[in-house]
């Protein structure tokens, strides 16, 4: 009888643990649960700086849904510096009044009412880039605040951090937003100064890995107070080529919000930086007013084969695999087998580039099927190599299928 009555009790006792770990009530929010893909959306820094408002964001993301972006995939609508100004009595932040009449909330509400999702900016400082009140000393107060009005994406910066030690500053905000139980993706703006690649694996679900990028093709134009260096796309580029290893889904080596249609660059030159940062399973954060884009950027912005290579589930970055002086070929295996494989041409003349089969590591007799995603056309079946001319400043990007 004793024995019957100790059976059944561990019986039920296994059987409770089961259905706790079963019910998803209890599921504990992982941060690498969040963005299995690269996230897709718009931040209002690089054309708009400081002139944000809630007239701004509302008709962003009423363009984002008219204009095909939201169907081509971009989701979150992000506020960047300088929606704040100060805290309250309690410390909790308070937006811009006259700015954001209706205040966050109802502007969450309505980014959601449009079938998007909505995220802000804040830094691990006292003080963001800008000046506004960051963080520090704040952060769970922050996370909950930001809970309450519906926040689904945190930026976060590292200004005025002084000698905080990065990986501490990043722990704390991504705990406090993990215990408000909200999925909120949390972004890492932290430049790539304490190298985050590292250790921000399971901490934040990007990371930006440079200083911030310029509108430009190339730079090496000194700061003011004579450090180093603007940042144009292809000093980006380069400055990713070796951290291929650190992405995968929910954590994603970030190379900056893109500057297409902003208007520094050429149309072959923003087809090119469009293309990086899918094969580079960067974010495919927009940057440009997309209220009032010409055709070609649009184009660009919505290719839908090229945003198929960035979102691919296997979640590959994409990596340098031959260079010669100018002339590159850079390669991302994709989950179906195939590879996107992008020709690059930094020169100033048109040249022929090569891909062979044993870069991308298929046999040399293989017969694979080669569609150009930017032409949008399946170019035939070839064997060994393939071949194209590819004009200055400009990319050919394909898909080959074995
Ligand atoms: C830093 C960041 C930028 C932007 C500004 C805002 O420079 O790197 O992306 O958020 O701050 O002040």
């Given at each position: 009888m004793n024995r019957d009555w100790k059976r059944a009790m561990t019986l039920g006792f296994v059987l409770l643990i089961m259905i706790l770990a079963a019910n998803p009530a209890n599921a504990q929010l992982e941060?690498?649960?969040?963005?299995?893909?690269p996230p897709m959306g718009w931040n209002?820094?690089?054309?708009?700086a400081c002139n944000v408002s809630e007239d701004l964001i509302k008709s962003v993301a009423d363009a984002i849904v008219t204009n095909g972006m939201k169907d081509a995939g971009y989701q979150y609508v992000v506020i960047d510096d300088c929606w704040q100004v100060s805290r309250d009595e309690n410390g909790f932040i308070v937006a811009d009044a006259q700015r954001f009449p209706s205040g966050i909330k109802a502007l969450a509400d309505y980014v959601h009412s449009k079938g998007l999702k909505f995220g802000l900016y804040s830094d691990?400082?006292?003080?963001?880039?800008?000046g506004r009140p960051g963080s520090q000393g704040h952060e769970y107060q922050d996370a909950l605040q930001y809970a309450r009005w519906g926040v689904d994406y945190l930026k976060y910066d590292w200004c005025s951090?002084?000698?905080?030690n990065a990986e501490e500053a990043y722990s704390t905000m991504n705990k406090a937003l993990l215990a408000t139980g909200r999925p909120i993706v949390f972004s890492m703006c932290e430049w790539g100064t304490a190298k985050?690649?590292?250790?921000?694996n399971g901490i934040g679900n990007l990371w930006r890995t440079t200083g911030d990028i310029s509108d430009v093709w190339s730079s090496n134009k000194k700061w003011p107070d004579g450090s180093c260096c603007q940042l144009g796309f292809v000093n980006i580029l380069d400055l990713q080529?070796?951290?291929?290893?650190?992405?995968g889904p929910g954590h994603w080596n970030d190379p900056d919000m893109m500057e297409v249609?902003?208007?520094?660059?050429t149309i072959p030159e923003y087809r090119a930086h469009f293309s990086f940062w899918a094969l580079l399973a960067a974010p495919l954060i927009s940057g440009n007013?997309?209220?009032?884009?010409t055709p070609e950027i649009k184009e660009i912005l919505t290719n839908p084969d090229v945003i198929a290579v960035n979102q691919d589930k296997l979640g590959r970055e994409g990596r340098r695999i031959a260079k010669n002086g100018d002339l590159e070929v850079w390669a991302k295996p994709l989950s179906d087998g195939s590879r996107a494989v992008i020709l690059f041409n930094r020169g100033s003349s048109e040249s022929e580039i090569s891909v062979n089969w044993v870069q991308i590591?298929?046999?040399?007799h293989l017969a694979a099927k080669v569609r150009d995603l930017w032409a949008h056309k399946d170019v035939g079946s070839f064997t060994g190599n393939y071949s194209a001319k590819v004009s200055s400043h400009s990319v050919v990007m394909v898909e080959i299928a074995p």
């Open positions: 941060r690498n649960s969040l963005a299995q893909t209002s820094w690089n054309k708009f691990a400082g006292a003080k963001t880039c800008a951090t002084g000698t905080r985050p690649w590292l250790w921000a080529a070796d951290l291929y290893s650190y992405a249609g902003n208007g520094g660059m007013d997309v209220r009032s884009m590591g298929y046999p040399e």
